[in-house]
Every structure is written in structure tokens, then in C-alpha cells.
T-cell receptor, first 114, second 106 residues
Framework: DADVTQTPRNRITKTGKRIMLECSQT?????MYWYRQDPGLGLRLIYY???????NKGEISDGYSVSRQAQAKFSLSLESAIPNQTALYFC?????????????FGEGSRLTVL | KNEVEQSPQNLTAQEGEFITINCSYS?????LHWLQQHPGGGIVSLFM???GKKKHGRLIATINIQEKHSSLHITASHPRDSAVYIC????????FGTGTSLTVIP
């Protein structure tokens, strides 16, 4: 089983629908992240969480919200999806602090908004 | 300004060729990661380095701290090496390059 699991892996939805992408991890890491990947733009940070009570906006948080339900679970919601939110979304985890902290990624969730 | 810049954006090579992907980064980044993403797949970490050189099989990663530059080399390239390679830096957060799409032709 993957250490970082994302569901769903693929989702097609319509404009205006509410969508939740879920992420769970078995690595015991405190830090969790949501990124989106668009062709030519690389990975951009949406939200990150350093522990259950700590949620922080990333560079592109508008239109998204998150919930850290437990240390192991971090969900990303699109309250009212729009077509330019069509992208590949990645959840990632890392250990706390230090320059040598490594990122571990989920397998990605491909979202298409029609 | 991007904290991490990588080049080239796209690269096509014949099987067996030696490949180099370059990454330059800005002040404030203390460790450098090389990531690999296969088509339709997730992202895996190949190397994390803050000095010197690391080798794993046919892959070699080097970093020059003074010049703030890192390279990923692939020796004896193979079609299965075809993927997107992403350079990422660790500072206050993680900073990502836009990726190099590598295609190795048999």
C-alpha cells in the first residue's frame, strides 16, 4: 500500500459542483501539503498544515479550502468548481523542520471541471 | 522570480546517450531535490542533497553550493528513463522548477 494515498484518482465534474479530494498518510509525518500541477507551471502550493491545529494558505488558495481531520488526513475542497481548476492535484507529506526534510507524494488526483 | 530554475524544458535523446539536466537556485535554499514523474504517475524522490554528489544506479546528482547549481545526469539512457524530472529546493518551504520532459528514443 502507498504511504500517501489520494482519493479519487480521477474525477470529472461540472461547474458549480462541490468536490472533495482526500489524502491519508501512514508515514506519521506532521506536515501535509496540497499542490496543483498545470502544464508548464510546475507544482504550486494551495494549502499546507504543520499539525492538526495549524492550517496555512499557499500561493493559490483562492477557491479552495482544506480540513486536517487528524494527523494522517488532509482534505482539499473546491466549494464551487470552475473549469480553470482543472488540473492534477498532489498531496504530499514531510517531517517537521530541517533543510533535509524530504517530500513524499501521493499518486495524484486528476480533476476535470466541465 | 522563481527560486528554482531548471533547463532544458524538453529533451529528446537516443538510447544510450548521456543526459544532463540543470537546475539553478536562489539564496535561502539549503537542500536540493530531484524528483521523477512518469506519465500518468505520481512523483517520486530520486535524490536529496545539500553538498557533493550522490549516485544511484545510472543516475548521478551533483550540487555546487558556491554557484547555487545542481545537475542530474543519466548515463546510458534507456527508454524507461522517459519521464518528467523536477528540481525542487528546500528553504522556508519547498520551491519547484517547472520540470524537464525527457524522451529517450530506442
Amino acid at each position: 500500500d502507498a504511504d500517501v494515498t489520494q482519493t479519487p484518482r480521477n474525477r470529472i465534474t461540472k461547474t458549480g459542483k462541490r468536490i472533495m479530494l482526500e489524502c491519508s498518510q501512514t508515514k506519521g509525518h506532521d506536515r501535509m501539503y496540497w499542490y496543483r500541477q498545470d502544464p508548464g507551471l510546475g507544482l504550486r502550493l494551495i494549502y499546507y498544515s504543520f499539525d492538526v491545529k495549524d492550517i496555512n494558505k499557499g500561493e493559490i488558495s483562492d477557491g479552495y479550502s482544506v480540513s486536517r481531520q487528524a494527523q494522517a488526513k488532509f482534505s482539499l475542497s473546491l466549494e464551487s468548481a470552475i473549469p480553470n481548476q482543472t488540473a492534477l492535484y498532489f498531496c504530499a507529506t514531510s517531517v517537521t523542520g530541517g533543510a533535509g526534510r524530504e517530500l513524499f507524494f501521493g499518486e495524484g488526483s486528476r480533476l476535470t471541471v466541465l | 522570480k522563481n527560486e528554482v530554475e531548471q533547463s532544458p524544458q524538453n529533451l529528446t535523446a537516443q538510447e544510450g546517450e548521456f543526459i544532463t539536466i540543470n537546475c539553478s537556485y536562489s539564496v535561502g535554499i539549503s537542500a536540493l531535490h530531484w524528483l521523477q514523474q512518469h506519465p500518468g504517475g505520481g512523483i517520486v524522490s530520486l535524490f536529496m542533497l545539500s553538498s557533493g554528489k550522490k549516485k544511484h544506479g545510472r543516475l548521478i546528482a551533483t550540487i555546487n553550493i558556491q554557484e547555487k547549481h545542481s545537475s542530474l545526469h543519466i548515463t546510458a539512457s534507456h527508454p524507461r528513463d522517459s519521464a518528467v524530472y523536477i528540481c525542487a529546493g528546500t528553504g522556508n518551504q519547498f520551491y519547484f522548477g517547472t520540470g524537464t520532459s525527457l524522451t529517450v528514443i530506442p
